[in-house]
């Protein structure tokens, strides 16, 4: 493989997460996180796909190797939770954390860092076997479309975070198990009709995405203006 394929199709894949992740972080601009933990989370998302791989394979040879409703579900339960998983162990922990709104902006880091290495993978085939339009055309899909299921899944688990975030620790968990639960169901539901849908409702499917993210942004600004508190640790 040339090597300027595998430039140009990072630069399609990371370059859309950069513009969403410095969006997001800009809705923080009164007290923004440290850059160099939001660069972690993002790493920290990428690597979940280089995790994601072989797990996702080794579900579908116990599953079988149809594209199933179990292993739909099973795929998307995989990523949210390497992308949860990641993140918490490389960033939720540490005292820089200190608001609820820190937790979505995190999770929302990781997401993109997914996104961002799932993309490229998606375009190096079309850059290799079919030219600069293809990669033009599937370069808008993922950006509009996968990009922003990434972001709403992994926000549900966010937001779950944060409204917990002041709550006792079992609270805390049962917060979060809610939360992966939800995201691993919005996703598969995604991918679901993504792949059963004709090309005339993609569409659609995509506008649905996109009121997802006019709510997470109504969320967002909720969770700014909750207080910043001293956080329970039992």
Do not use: C
């Amino acid at each position: 493989m040339e090597p300027q394929y595998i430039l140009f199709a990072a630069l399609g894949g990371i370059l859309p997460a950069i513009v969403w992740l410095w969006f997001w972080n800009r809705e923080d601009k009164l007290h923004p996180e440290p850059k160099r933990l939001l660069l972690l989370a993002f790493i920290m998302g990428g690597i979940a796909v280089a995790l994601a791989i072989p797990l996702e394979q080794l579900t579908k040879e116990i599953l079988g190797s149809e594209m199933s409703l179990a292993i739909i579900i099973a795929w998307a339960g995989i990523e949210e939770a390497l992308k949860y998983l990641l993140v918490l162990v490389a960033v939720l922990w540490r005292k820089a954390v200190n608001e609820p709104i820190d937790m979505l902006i995190y999770m929302l880091s990781s997401a993109l860092g997914f996104a961002a290495i799932e993309n490229t993978l998606f375009l190096i085939n079309p850059i290799i076997s079919d030219g600069t339009l293809s990669v033009i055309v599937t370069g808008n899909f993922r950006f509009f479309g996968a990009t922003l299921l990434h972001l709403l899944s992994s926000s549900v688990i966010g937001i779950a975070l944060a409204l917990s975030f002041y709550k006792d620790a079992s609270t805390r968990l049962t917060y979060t198990m809610i939360g992966v639960i939800l995201a691993t169901i919005l996703h598969a539901t995604f991918n679901l009709f993504i792949l059963n849908s004709a090309s005339n409702n993609i569409i659609q499917v995509f506008a649905f995405v996109w009121l997802g993210i006019i709510i997470l942004l109504l969320f967002f600004e909720k969770i700014k203006k909750m207080p910043i508190l001293r956080r329970r640790n039992n």
